[in-house]
């Protein structure tokens, strides 16, 4: 009997293996390119999987925080500790912007546009702006992003998936919990602790679905695609996925340092975590198997794992300011705006705020973001929003994983380093 | 008894020639058409698609075409065209000083030409539209909201075609902006390119047509459709012709009811069916 149910577990555990997984993500671009109809039909189900995925995040990152940040606490070195995460995080946001202002400027994507591409792109803008007249997003300001991280109604804010207003009322809870020291206020935290395990623990069984889930997600992203407008703006996909690749190196350089072991082993520890942001181009999703990798597999102290990484998601989205500070120069060189002092740093700082306020936006909806970076420099959003949305099937799941790659890297600068 | 039966006949016989004679005696304005036995249609000098165009091969059509050709058809008439007019304001003159019978122009009914001439039922209802330029519009900060009550501003420059009713319409609208009148399409949207005035003002179907001609322009200028701003196009006759007004609006009714419009529309407004002629 029990011989049984360990072939069983050999077979189940099949569908684990990087090379099922990777499978499933060929099977759904093959899907996606050649059968428009069958993209369709299999795009629900990979939505169920998605928001199965999903359902588990939120009370993660909730029980993940308050538990690191209490235990933090009553260890005592907790403000070196908070120094160093602040550091880590600005540092890390702002050599991302750097890095997606000098390429964006080096390479001129934006420059010499030929007429037939600016024809794709003119189309393109004509269709979504006459059939989508009313505007339902408005843009937002930098107070508009200050306001949403405070909620009214805590429970509003987790039932409508407002993440960073969530992340901070759980920053409150953890601090004041780690302030108690009661022994009461330690079996909240082991409470907090076994229910964290227990989503876990679901997750890992979601995980047996993902071939077939990130079939079913591909191969409708991809039917989605619209092949004339790639090709119109081939030379800035092109620049998205160079200064995406540049990163996902430089973080796998920094991870390997940090952590002990070979090269080799450092990348493979988290693999998973990659190919599920890349299949399902949601940071949120990956945090689970980001923090298995972390502490499971690289051995980073699990409590830097479990504060970081589900902060990080949301405070330190290296993809999304490297790809805000691209797309405001492409913008700014389609127009001929000419870039000096003034417009770089508003890029650098203005892209950096984007991208930390559309890490709390689901979906599309984060791309208006960009307003924050060309309403100073008196660019069109509205163009910015509409070309980046065409294109965004293409550039979210490189991008996702810089994210989330870029975070799993902050964390082990932020642990103590193994010995 | 038989002498009664007479009495009716007679009676009756009486009455049919009656009628008869007052079937003679047509409207003074529709027999003048039916004596020179033709219509005389005044239309814009230029080709304005989809409503007076030649095709490729030099073939004359359109949505006003069609309508003229039809009009003439069903009161019997040879058509002629007056296209001397060389702005929309000087075809309604030429209805006033009788140079042509009725207006058949994409003509925009509008209070002031209301003066000069009679309007029948609109044909086709437009709508007023936006050429906006982009840059100039993200420097105002007015990309989503109110960006209409943005416009009517001391400091907005709205171009316009000189002769058009969007003058009128450009006035009601945007009462406090700058109104630029220009001579032709080429030099208005050179100019909204450019960004020396802030937006061009004019029908959405021409708009559309700009838009589908020169697709890379969306890059640089935003359309804006004002659908609670209607733009209704009449046909138009001279003051005098009250019969001739009736008898057209009884016929813009008629082509409704038995599909002759809808065909029309299907044709011109509704596809691009008409490129491929």
């Given at each position: 009997?029990?011989d049984g149910?360990?072939?069983?577990?050999?077979y189940f555990?099949?569908?684990?293996?990087p090379?099922?997984?990777?499978s499933?993500?060929?099977?759904?671009?093959?899907?996606g390119?050649?059968?428009e109809?069958?993209s369709?039909?299999?795009a629900?189900v990979?939505?169920?999987?998605l928001?199965?995925l999903?359902a588990?995040?939120?009370?993660?990152?909730?029980?993940a925080i308050?538990?690191?940040?209490?235990?933090?606490?009553?260890?005592g070195?907790?403000f070196s500790?908070?120094?160093?995460?602040?550091?880590?995080?600005?540092a890390?946001?702002?050599l991302a912007?750097?890095l997606g202002?000098?390429?964006g400027?080096?390479?001129?994507?934006?420059?010499?546009?030929?007429?037939?591409d600016?024809?794709t792109m003119?189309?393109?803008?004509?269709?979504a702006e006459v059939?989508y007249?009313k505007?339902?997003?408005?843009?937002?300001?930098?107070?508009?992003?200050?306001?949403?991280?405070?909620?009214a109604?805590?429970?509003r804010a987790?039932t409508?998936g407002?993440?960073i207003?969530v992340l901070?009322?759980s920053?409150l809870i953890?601090?004041?919990l780690g302030l108690?020291?009661?022994?009461?206020s330690n079996t909240?935290l082991?409470v907090i602790?076994?229910l964290?395990?227990a989503?876990?623990k679901?997750i890992?069984?979601?995980?047996?679905?993902?071939?077939f889930?990130?079939m079913?997600?591909?191969?409708n992203q991809i039917?989605?695609?619209?092949i004339a407008i790639i090709l119109a703006?081939?030379?800035?996909?092109i620049?998205?996925?160079a200064?995406a690749?540049i990163l996902?190196?430089?973080?796998?350089?920094v991870?390997w340092f940090?952590?002990r072991?070979t090269?080799?082993?450092?990348?493979?520890?988290?693999k998973?975590?990659?190919l599920?942001?890349?299949?399902t181009?949601s940071?949120?999703?990956?945090?689970p198997?980001?923090l298995?990798g972390?502490s499971?597999?690289l051995?980073?102290?699990?409590?830097t794992?479990?504060l970081?990484?589900?902060?990080?998601?949301s405070?330190?989205?290296?993809g999304?300011?490297?790809?805000?500070?691209i797309?405001a120069?492409?913008?700014?060189?389609?127009?001929?705006?000419?870039f000096?002092?003034k417009?770089?740093s508003?890029t650098?700082?203005?892209s950096?705020?984007?991208?930390l306020a559309?890490?709390?936006v689901?979906?599309?909806?984060?791309l208006s973001m960009?307003?924050?970076?060309l309403d100073?420099?008196g660019l069109?959003s509205?163009?910015?929003?509409?070309?980046l949305a065409?294109?965004?099937?293409i550039v979210?799941?490189?991008?996702t994983?810089?994210?989330?790659?870029?975070?799993c890297?902050s964390t082990?600068?932020?642990?103590?380093?193994?010995? | 008894?038989?002498e009664?039966l007479?009495?009716?006949?007679?009676?009756?016989?009486?009455?049919?020639?009656a009628?008869?004679?007052v079937?003679g005696?047509?409207?003074?304005?529709?027999e003048?058409i039916?004596?020179k036995r033709?219509?005389?249609?005044a239309?814009?000098?230029?080709?304005t698609?989809?409503?007076?165009?030649r095709?490729?091969?030099?073939?004359f059509?359109?949505f006003?075409?069609e309508l003229?050709?039809d009009i003439?058809?069903?009161?019997?008439?040879?058509?002629?065209?007056?296209r001397?007019a060389?702005s929309f304001d000087?075809v309604v003159?030429l209805?006033?000083?009788?140079k042509?019978?009725?207006?058949?122009?994409?003509?925009?009914?509008?209070l002031s030409r209301a003066?000069l001439v009679?309007?029948?039922?609109?044909y086709?209802?437009?709508?007023r539209?936006?050429?906006i330029n982009?840059i100039?519009?993200?420097k105002q900060?007015?990309?989503?909201?109110?960006?209409?009550?943005?416009?009517?501003?001391s400091g907005?420059?709205i171009?316009?075609?000189?002769g058009?009713?969007?003058?009128?319409?450009?006035?009601q609208d945007?009462?406090?902006?700058?109104i630029?009148?220009y001579?032709?399409?080429?030099s208005?949207?050179?100019?909204?390119?450019?960004?020396?005035i802030?937006a061009?003002?004019?029908?959405?179907?021409?708009?559309?047509e700009?838009n589908?001609?020169?697709?890379?322009s969306a890059?640089?200028l935003q359309?804006?459709?004002m659908?609670?701003?209607k733009d209704p196009?009449?046909?138009a006759?001279h003051w005098?012709?009250?019969?001739?007004l009736?008898w057209?609006?009884?016929y813009l009714q008629t082509?409704?009811?038995?599909?002759?419009?809808?065909r029309?529309?299907?044709?011109y407004i509704?596809s691009?069916?008409?490129?491929t002629?």
């Open positions: 009997m029990a149910v360990n072939t069983m577990k050999r555990n099949i569908l684990l293996s090379c099922v997984v990777f499933g993500i060929v099977a759904g671009i093959i899907i390119t050649t059968n109809e069958l369709a039909r299999v629900p990979g939505d169920i999987y928001s199965l999903q588990c995040i939120l009370p993660i990152m909730i029980t308050i538990s690191s940040l209490g235990r933090l606490l009553t260890t070195y907790a500790y908070i120094g160093r995460l602040v550091f880590v995080f600005v890390g946001l702002t912007g750097m202002l000098t390429s400027l080096i390479s001129r994507p934006g420059k010499g546009v030929d007429r037939s600016r024809i003119g189309k393109t803008i004509f269709e059939n007249e505007e339902a997003h408005r843009p937002s300001d930098f107070l508009s992003f200050v306001k949403k991280i405070v909620p109604n805590i429970f987790v409508e407002q993440n207003a901070f009322f920053i953890g601090i004041a108690i020291r009661s022994s009461s909240t082991s602790d076994s964290y395990d989503f876990l679901i890992g069984w979601i995980m047996y679905g993902l071939p889930g990130l079913c997600l591909i191969a039917s989605k695609v619209g703006m081939l030379k800035l996909i620049i998205f996925y200064c690749f996902l190196i430089g973080y796998s350089i991870i940090r952590v072991g090269y080799i082993r450092s990348l493979l520890s988290l998973e975590t990659l599920v942001a890349l299949g181009s940071s949120f999703a990956s945090i198997s980001a298995r972390l499971r597999e051995k980073v102290e699990k409590q794992a479990d970081v990484i589900p902060l990080g998601i405070l330190n989205p290296h999304s300011v490297v790809h805000f500070a797309a120069v492409f913008i700014s060189q389609i127009y001929g705006i000419p000096g002092l417009e770089t508003i650098l700082f203005g950096i705020i984007a991208g559309a890490s709390g689901p979906g599309l909806g984060g960009i307003s924050l970076v100073p420099l069109p509205k163009v910015a929003v509409i070309l065409a294109i965004d099937p979210d799941p490189i991008l994983a810089v994210n989330v790659y870029g975070n890297a082990t600068l932020i642990a103590k380093k193994a010995v | 008894m038989k009664i007479i009495l009716i006949q007679t009676a009756i016989i009486i009455l049919l020639f009628t008869h004679a079937a005696n047509i409207a003074p304005d529709i003048k039916l004596k033709k219509i005389t249609v239309m814009h000098c230029e080709d698609p989809p409503f007076f165009m095709s490729k091969r030099g073939f059509y359109g006003d075409v003229a050709q003439a058809r069903r009161m019997g008439v040879e058509l002629e065209f007056n001397s060389s000087e003159e209805i006033v000083r009788r042509a019978d009725v207006a058949i122009s994409m003509l925009s009914r509008t003066k009679s309007f029948t039922d609109s086709i209802v437009l709508h539209a936006l050429l982009r100039i519009l993200a900060k007015m990309e989503y909201e109110g960006l209409l009550r943005i416009l009517n501003n907005i420059k171009g316009v075609i000189e058009t009713s969007y003058v009128d319409f450009a006035k945007f009462p406090k902006a700058l630029l009148l001579k032709d399409w080429s208005v949207i050179k100019d909204v390119l450019e960004g020396k802030t061009v003002f004019y029908d959405d179907l021409e708009i559309k700009f589908r001609k020169n697709p890379d890059l640089y359309t804006v459709i659908k609670d701003k196009l009449s046909l006759v005098e012709d009250a019969h001739l009736s057209l609006n009884l082509i409704r009811e038995d599909g002759t419009y809808d029309l529309f299907k044709k509704e691009e069916q008409w490129q002629e």
